[in-house]
């Protein structure tokens, strides 16, 4: 009976950490796709037609911070969470598109975690 209860503790704790690496990686895919538009509509122009590199430096910064974040979390969500190999292949290559991150729910399924209790 004890031994039944520790059995499902664990698998609450499990989808638990589960849910918080998608979390992550859609917190992240946004927060990257954000840094993206605003290094290509507001620092680039600034860059180019006010001649203020400095936005580029500091913007570019930032999103390359959150890009490499973004590659880490996807990496441990592919290894953790039920995506295939091809769903994180499209992840991966919305991170390239304007605007692409801020659709990571059509690939990763809202559902694709199983609640076990």
């Known amino acids: 009976m004890v031994f039944t209860n520790q059995v499902s503790l664990v698998s609450v ?3 638990d950490s589960l849910e918080n ?3 992550n990686l859609f917190l992240t895919g ?14 680039m122009p600034l860059k ?12 570019g910064s930032l999103h390359g911070i959150l890009f490499v974040a973004f590659m880490v979390i996807l990496f441990i969500a592919w290894r953790k969470l039920p995506l295939t190999f091809m769903q ?19 690939i990763v399924k809202q559902d694709a975690i199983p609640v076990t209790v």
């Open 13 to 15: 704790q499990i989808n």
């Open 48 to 59: 180019y037609i006010l001649n203020l590199p400095v936005a580029v430096q500091i913007i």
């Open 88 to 106: 994180a292949a499209k992840v991966f290559l919305l991170s390239f598109v304007p605007f692409g991150t801020f659709f990571l729910h059509k």
């Open 30 to 43: 946004h927060l990257e796709g954000v840094s993206f538009l605003l290094l290509l509509f507001v620092a």
């Open 21 to 23: 690496i998608k979390k």
